[in-house]
């Protein structure tokens, strides 16, 4: 229930140098002063002990108070800053579960009350949740942008020009005996729809990338058996990811490992040798690679230099590697983007640098201010949809096209939260940790 006060640990993994566990709620204050014998002043951080029901100290910690609704949640808030020992916060915890009216909070629980306190919205607790799971610097800087409220001033915006585009049509409708509302105001507002329509599709036109700067960029290394995949992949993780042998087929399935490359995030797939096979676990594994490669936003495409036979001419963004250079042979380099040795490194800085600039060509200019998830882009869809309905309808009577930029409005507003989400709150907050 909202109206609980609910704690949870906020910090890392435990053991830690400091531990917080924040409380949010009507009975925080309370529980603060009853642990450590009053309440802070707000916003003020004051070294306190804190003690159990029994009087036993718990341990000596920084306390601070937050007076809602100017914090976090909107709510009066806690923050316990203790040392970070299992021992220490298992006991602040077992203390806090005792006192009535706190519960454990859920996962997202303290984010969805600041949603529904109007402290962020959607997009910004999206974006919040995407920086705590940033790994790479773009990835930080694409989440920013949605935390800080970047996107939802452009949806807003957009939201807004619609509504008094809706409201000049219906103006007209109404007030047409006037003097004061010209009928040639409809091409102004016509106009304008278009030009909405054409940023919000130009918007979209940007979602891939901010797919691939969030979720990353697909490498898939493919080729036949025995062309160095593996030792491929090896090399540039910098670990032993995949078996590597002379045997062939030794690679059956999928083998995924995460890359920063100039601070984009890059997953790079070893796949099964390309040939066919009677073993009916090569021949799924073939199948797997085969519809990777229907996925991937670059293949790597290998072949041993001493086959004699050139790598395989893949549909999409193609880079053509000659692999085992180290081995010797003379070997003829037209065939190949890059040649390398995954053993001795050689062409390894060239093929990383490779994929950087292919990653850079794909992404283009890109700004910041991007869709990133499926939720925003079918709701900027839906908005589309409707602003073209109203478009095509613009001769018909005026309610008709206003009732489809309403619609349009609405389904702007749904990206933000700003109406009709309420089913969605569940999923969208369940993915957080607890404690955020």
Not at 4 to 25: E, H, K, N, Q, W
Not at 47 to 71: C, E, H, N, Y
Not at 205 to 223: C, K, L, M, T
Not at 389 to 405: F, N, V, Y
């Amino acid at each position: 229930m909202s109206s609980d006060t609910i704690y949870a640990l906020s910090s890392g993994a435990l053991p830690s140098g400091v531990a917080v566990i924040r409380l949010s709620g009507g009975q925080a204050f309370a529980a603060c002063a009853a642990i450590a014998g009053k309440v802070p002043e707000p916003r003020r951080a004051q070294l306190m002990s804190l003690r159990d029901a029994d009087g036993l100290t718990i341990d000596k910690a920084l306390v601070l108070a937050f007076q809602g609704p100017a914090s976090f949640t909107g709510e009066d808030c806690i923050e316990l800053h203790l040392h970070g020992g299992r021992a220490v916060v298992r006991a602040m915890l077992h203390c806090l579960s005792a006192m009535p009216g706190l519960r454990h909070a859920e996962a997202g629980e303290f984010t969805r009350r600041a949603f529904e306190n109007g402290k962020l919205d959607l997009v910004e607790a999206e974006g919040l949740s995407d920086m705590i799971s940033a790994e790479t610097e773009m990835q930080r800087r694409l989440a920013m942008e949605q935390a800080n409220g970047g996107l939802s001033k452009l949806y807003e915006g957009w939201a807004e020009r619609l509504t008094h585009a809706r409201a000049m049509i219906e103006a007209e409708l109404d007030f047409s005996d006037e003097e004061d509302i010209p009928g040639s105001v409809s091409a102004t507002i016509w106009a304008e729809v278009t030009r909405i329509s054409d940023a919000i599709q130009a918007h979209l036109e940007g979602s891939r990338a901010g797919e691939i700067i969030r979720d990353g960029y697909r490498v898939v290394i493919a080729g036949p058996p025995n062309a160095g995949k593996s030792s491929l992949l090896n090399a540039l993780a910098r670990r032993e990811v995949a078996i590597v042998t002379e045997i062939a087929g030794t690679t059956r399935d999928v083998l995924e490992v995460n890359l920063d490359i100039g601070g984009y995030a890059v997953r790079l797939c070893d796949t099964a040798g390309l040939r066919d096979s009677a073993d009916l676990v090569e021949v799924e594994g073939v199948r797997r690679a085969r519809a990777l490669l229907a996925e991937a936003d670059l293949v790597l495409s290998l072949a041993d230099v001493r086959s004699g036979t050139p790598p395989e001419d893949f549909s999409g963004d193609v880079l053509a590697i000659g692999t085992r250079i180290d081995e010797g042979g003379e070997y003829d380099p037209f065939p190949y983007d890059l040649v390398i040795s995954s053993r001795t490194g050689e062409g390894m800085d060239a093929l990383v640098e490779a994929i950087g600039e292919r990653l850079a060509v794909r992404l283009g200019s890109a700004s910041f201010s991007l869709p990133v998830r499926d939720r925003q882009i079918g709701y900027l869809r839906q908005t589309l949809g409707h602003i073209g309905e109203a478009i095509e309808r613009r001769d018909a009577s005026p309610e008709i096209p206003a009732e489809s930029l309403r619609a349009a409005a609405l389904s702007l507003g749904r990206i933000t939260g700003r109406v009709d989400v309420e089913n969605l709150l569940d999923v969208i907050f369940s993915s957080f940790c607890v404690g955020k």
